[in-house]
């Protein structure tokens, strides 16, 4: 009986670490210029990493893989799950967050600034309002999924 109640709490120590999920929040408002994939102007468009807005509340970067495991782009590490739009041509601020929380390790959250140009076509990100240095431009590829999961960038352009 003894080695039973261990079993017991072993098992339910093991099913209680189960990491938990996060969704995005339908709900959030969201800025419908940031929707895609945002190139670095300082990386070269051959072997790109992407900055990636999704209209379903997804966020985060790609960078190109190519070793002996995987060759293509990484998944979405984010979840993009509120944005606050400080005015027309103005400051912007958006909220991310792991997709998932482990026994292990939290849940990370941060929050990061940004403005685009009025062209809607470069993008310029940062930690504070005042440290926008990051620029991006926004990219000719498009999304990939299947079913409802981001799989990677197609090499075809959407124009």
């Not at 969704?23 to 992407?50: C, H, M, V, Y």
């Not at 930690?127 to 960038?153: A, C, T």
């Amino acid at each position: 009986m003894k080695n039973f109640s261990i079993l017991y709490l072993f098992l339910l120590f093991f099913t209680s670490c189960e990491p938990k999920e996060f969704f995005p929040d339908p709900n959030s408002q969201r800025d419908e210029n940031l929707f895609g994939t945002w190139r670095n102007i300082d990386t070269p468009k051959a072997d790109s990493s992407f900055v990636i807005f999704t209209s379903t509340g997804y966020y985060g970067n790609t960078s190109f893989i190519n070793n002996n495991q995987i060759t293509g782009f990484t998944n979405l590490d984010g979840l993009w799950y509120n944005l606050t739009i400080y005015g027309l041509n103005d400051i912007g601020k958006y909220y991310t967050a792991s997709t998932s929380k482990h026994w292990t390790n939290g849940r990370w959250e941060s929050e990061s600034y940004y403005i685009l140009n009025e062209t809607n076509d470069t993008l310029y990100l940062g930690s504070s309002k005042d440290n926008l240095n990051d620029i991006y431009i926004r990219n000719d590829y498009q999304l990939i999924y299947d079913g409802p999961d981001y799989v990677g960038i197609d090499s075809i352009m959407t124009e």
